[in-house]
């Protein structure tokens, strides 16, 4: 049975363990081209590249562009960035996306983490990735996070021991905060002041920002 | 042809209710601090959003004078996962949050039998085929609950029913009916009644009329509008019940009086119409005389067969205590994980052997679909912030994406050379890519997007030069001269693609100053195949790069010049046109430099 055909029996009927999504998967929605809302989608097609080889395990990341047909305002536009961090490898638990969370973040000197189940179509668990923010005294959201579904994975082939951790953030969202930037339009596109590029010290994530 | 591709809305939406903070604390059975309440929020997966009031909201709407009179008592806005409809009114929420708590055990839902019958006839197959019912008996509604039943109909309708097209719920005072009842699909000029909260009687073809200004009614008309036969659902009299999935008949709305409550969902989906009618009978049975216990209808199918709804399911999954501890990370005992889970609604208990739990999925948890399902709530109740954690022992040997790290490098040696790096909009209009530099929008192959909310997105953009102008443009008072570039993608269109569309990795500059500056982006090009390594040829040879003039309606005519390398046409360099110049708002005039990047790697 061909891919297809296993992505399309694991939505209607189930398998691999689940009991399924019980709808009628329909090629011609599957079909329907749209910007990417998200770089999960590239990276599952890296997965099921992998899968078709002898599984190894890996680490992939991508930071690249997104899109949204959403309202615009000072925060959100059409298109911004995302970072996504995977890891696949047999036997990873939750404890050990907890801890490469830690590490991730912590390069990018948030240190203090705390983590909120949450929900994505794709992942179970799901954990949504807070710090505490010195400058406006609470916990704010700066990631998500989860454990890509079997129904997801199995139908690409990849063996059934192996686990798939991944975490997304937007690119944007730490660099306003980082920066004291209001508008995101302040950031990216052609409404950025270039005297502002001109004058901008070096980023050194290790080291404290003045704003 | 055109290739239309779409932009879609992000992530899922997070359902969010409001529900009166007093009510609520008394449900619970205790008061919180906003911030106690959060901190509960947080290690159960939901988000207090928002603390406002009824006066708060009116007064943000700007609806001043309403807000004069309105009730100052507290709201909490409580985001929810989008999965969990049991999570979508107050009277769920405070029951999931007990049992989270320990304070209370999952209630056992039952269906019996009763002698109510709805018959879908065979017309409806070819609209809305599928229907289900049940009845709530000998309920006493309060004023809270009654507005809760109603919103939960709504919160039901925006979610899981996708704004009705799905599922379409209808819920009437059996009293004021009688059975059976029988779910049609008639001509619409054959449809006539009074509609809820209306005086006279209409047919369905004018009420299509009607809605279509009703704020509310008229997202939905199209759900039905272009069919043959409209849905209705009668009772023995011909009253009409409904007309799925527009609107109720006023003869039997419900009201605070109601005692037996007759619930029918219509749907193209009929999963997903069980699921809510269990949804609404689960949650709202608490205020039956007969608590949690809710009387099922006989529908019979157009082949005559007869199913009881509700249905009610109780699933009953095996799973092993080391698959828990290895997929979460811990290590605990299958009766310790049989209690975590019982916290969650999922009631379970350990076997004999020590090793496996027997988990049972109630009919409120249709969430619940895999293994990994029962992980996560044994995760939640755990407490995913009491997880140790851990570092993978996977073994990398890490690479750059060969593209992206040659485009590093680039950008340096473009830095170098004294041009400042810009990060634009991959999506523009399609003047900026086509009228804007002199051509005509069907010779450029562009992606299009078929739902662009504004001009600026009408294409993907198939080169960088209207993104570095405009950037050009909103600095224009900066010091000369302005010399900017980008190295990024642009979008073609490319058939031989699953997706149609292909993206390409180009490298643009742009020198802006009072001449116009040929030798600049000249002498940018130079430099830049002198840090690619590719030394400089002659037409004659196989390798090595040089320029030709040639002719391109954005550039000006004998002050252009493609970029040969290696016998293939790699970029273009010159003066942009004076029209193009003015296009995008420039007093002065600009040189520009497009090579493709692909190609070097």
Known sequence: MDYLERVKKVHGEGGYGSQGYKY????????????????????ARMLYKLAQGKFKPVKYFSID???????????????????????????????????VLHQFFSKLGIKRLRFKPAYNPYTEPSMEVF?????????????????????????????????????????????????????IRDLIGHKVDLQMVYDNPLCRLDKETKQ | SVFRPFLCSNSIAMPTIGVKRDLLFEALGRTYTDEQFEELCFDFGLELDEVTSEKLMLTKEQSEKRAEDASEAIIYKIEVPANRYDLLCVEGLVRGILIFQD????????????????????????????????????????????????????????????????????????????????????PPDSIRFK?????????????MEFYKTDSHLRHYLHIIKDEPLYPVIYDRNRVVLSMPPIINGDRSK?????????????????????????????????????????EAVEVEQPDGSVILHPELPYREEFITATEINKKVGIEESSAKL????????????PMRDGKTIKVEIPPTRADVIHGCDIVEDAAIAYGFNNVKMTIPKTNTIAAQFPLNHLTDLLRNGLAHAGFTEVLTFALCSRDDVATFLNKKIEDVPAVHIENPKTVEFQVARTTLLPGLLKTISCNRNLALPIKVFEISDVVYQESSKDVGARNERWLCAVNYNRAPGFEVVHGLLDRIMELLEVAPGKEKDAEGYFIKATDDSAYFDGRCAEVICGGKRVGILGVLHPSVVRKFDLPMPCSALEISVEEFL
């Open chain 2, 254 to 294: 419900i009201h605070l009086g109601t005692k037996n409550v007759f619930i029918e969902c219509t749907a193209t989906d009929l999963n997903k119409a069980k699921i809510v009618l269990d949804t609404i009978v689960t949650m709202f049975s608490q205020y039956c005389a007969k608590p949690f216990v809710v």
């Open chain 1, 131 to 183: 710090s505490y923010h010195e400058g406006l005294k609470k916990w704010v959201e700066v990631g998500n996070s989860g454990v890509f579904r079997p129904e997801m994975l199995r139908p690409m082939g990849l063996p059934e021991d192996v686990s798939v951790i991944a975490w997304g953030l937007s690119l944007e969202r730490p660099t306003m905060i980082k920066y004291g930037i209001d508008n």
């Open chain 2, 195 to 207: 509609p809820l909260n209306q005086t006279e009687e209409f047919t369905a073809t004018e009420l």
């Open chain 1, 65 to 99: 562009r997104v899109f949204r047909n959403e309202t615009l305002d000072a925060t959100h536009l059409a298109e911004f960035h995302q970072i996504e961090g995977v890891v696949a490898d047999y036997d990873l638990t939750l404890g050990d996306l907890i801890g």
């Open chain 2, 103 to 186: 304070k209370m055990v999952p209630p056992r839902y039952e269906a019996i039998r009763g002698k109510e019958r709805l018959v879908i006839r065979k017309e409806t197959s070819g609209v809305r085929p599928h229907a289900v019912a049940a009845i709530l008996r000998d309920i006493t509604f309060s004023q809270e609950s009654y507005e809760s039943f109603i919103e939960l109909q709504e919160k039901l309708h925006q979610t899981i029913c996708r704004k009705r097209a799905l599922v379409a719920i209808g819920t009437h005072d059996l009293d004021a009916i009688e059975g059976p009842f029988s779910y049609e699909a008639l």
């Open chain 1, 24 to 43: 009628d998967w329909k090629i011609e929605e599957a079909k329907k081209n749209i910007l990417r809302t998200h770089t999960t989608a590239v990276s």
């Open chain 2, 338 to 349: 049989a209690s975590l889970l019982s916290r969650m609604c999922l009631v379970s208990e």
